[in-house]
C-alpha cells in the first residue's frame, strides 16, 4: 500500500528556515504529482504546493517566493523548504500523493501522510 512518512518538522524563529521532507512508497514515484498542505488550529486544511511528475511546480500565493518544493526521484521523496517563516506558517504539514503525474485537483491527491509539526516563533 502507499505510504507517506513526513519528517523535518519542529520549532523555528520568525524569519528562520526549515526542510521537510516526504519518503513515499507503494508507489511509482516518478509518475506521481506529489502535494504539501497545511493545517492551522482552528483551521481548514489549505493548499501550499505541489510538484508534478515532470518537475512542475505550484504554490499558493501566501508561500511564493518563500518555499520551494522539489522532488529525488531516485529517493522518491519530495521536500519543501520553507525560508523567511512567519508565525502565521505554523500548521501541521501533510504530503499528499496522487498517481495522476499531472493531477491538478486537490481531490485527487488521495493518499495522505500523518503530517510534521511546524512552529514559527515571533
Known amino acids: 500500500q502507499v505510504q507517506l512518512v513526513e519528517s523535518g518538522g519542529g520549532l523555528v524563529q520568525a524569519g528562520g528556515s526549515l526542510r521537510l521532507s516526504c519518503a513515499a512508497s507503494g508507489l511509482t514515484f516518478g509518475s506521481s504529482a506529489m502535494g504539501w498542505y497545511r493545517q492551522a488550529p482552528g483551521k481548514e486544511r489549505e493548499f501550499v504546493a505541489r510538484i508534478f511528475s515532470g518537475g512542475a511546480t505550484y504554490y499558493a500565493d501566501s508561500v511564493k517566493i518563500r518555499f520551494t518544493c522539489s522532488r529525488d526521484n531516485d529517493k522518491s521523496t519530495v521536500y519543501l523548504q520553507m525560508n523567511s517563516l512567519k508565525p502565521e506558517d505554523t500548521a501541521i504539514y501533510y504530503c499528499?500523493?496522487?498517481?495522476?503525474?499531472?493531477?491538478?485537483?486537490?481531490?485527487?491527491?488521495?493518499?495522505w501522510g500523518q503530517g510534521t509539526q511546524v512552529t514559527v516563533s515571533s
Open positions: 499528499a500523493a496522487s498517481k495522476n503525474g499531472w493531477a491538478l485537483r486537490h481531490r485527487d491527491y488521495n493518499y
